[in-house]
């Protein structure tokens, strides 16, 4: 009885992992990679340049948020800034077509010193850097441990400050040992098409999400083994991270744009959007009435508007 229990977990496991990897490659298949792929030491980093050629704009740096890739800021918000900036767009570390580091996760001060690099290797010495939701605490770290090699900041719906509410139970399953081995594999492979429909209109929420935005984003990429495990990794070390590095926001320097929307019902608008005005000299707050979680795709031109504002604060234009 055993044995014959033995070898129908042996064909579940290899039924589920053939069927995650047939989805991965049907998704990477309808959403190949956008740009081109750097070398960062032993690490791989996919961007995406868009807009203006390299020299004749200053250098705009887009970091997506969880879960996330480039595709994410190549829907509506690169493509409004195209005419006035060299852009360039970067999977972070473990997510869309960048390499993992660290076996999958990643600090956001890891992530914002390879990103920091492969800008670097672009000739983007001292950008704008444009971070969303968790993209916006790399942006921080990257000011903070980098201060000369960015030009400006702006903070999406940014995470900046310890919160109190606890770590989402499907982050605490998949970043555990056992989660990993089992539940991701089966998330990847069976994960229906109204679960992922459903994430999408609570993460936009109170607007709907964009018609066109989920086929341009390729949600099955976000769905990959591989990504699921760094993106649990990355959510569920953030608190600590974030609560070490929200000490030091008082050397930031450079200009800090702040937009947030004042429906936020996942990233504070109050704590973590108040905390950087209230505790940063040089934020300066933008909050957008009635907005939720994702201002570059609802309010396009709002979040367009304060990049701008900050490439003048730092006479880049």
Known sequence: MLIWAG????????????QAARREAAAEARHPPQGEILVVGSHRVHVVEMGRPKGSAPDLVLLHGSSGNTRDMTFRLAPALANEFRILIFDRPGLGYSSPLNGSGATIRQQAEVLRQAAAQ???????????SYGGAVALAWAVDHPDSVAAL?????VAYPWTTPLDPLYRVTSSRFGSAVAVPLLAAYVPEFVVSRSLQEIFAPQSVPAGYAEHFGTGL??????????ARQRANLLEEVTELSRRYGGITVPLEVIHGSEDDLVSPDLHAGGLARH???????LLDGIGHMPQHVATDEVAAAVRRAADRAHLR
């Open 7 to 18: 070898f129908a977990m042996a064909a579940g496991a290899a039924l589920t992992a053939w």
């Open 122 to 132: 672009m000739g983007a010495g001292k950008p704008v850097v444009l971070g969303q």
């Open 154 to 158: 702006v903070s999406v719906s940014g």
């Open 222 to 231: 976000s769905l990959r083994r591989g990504s699921l495990r760094a993106n």
């Open 280 to 286: 940063v000299a040089t934020a300066r707050l933008t």
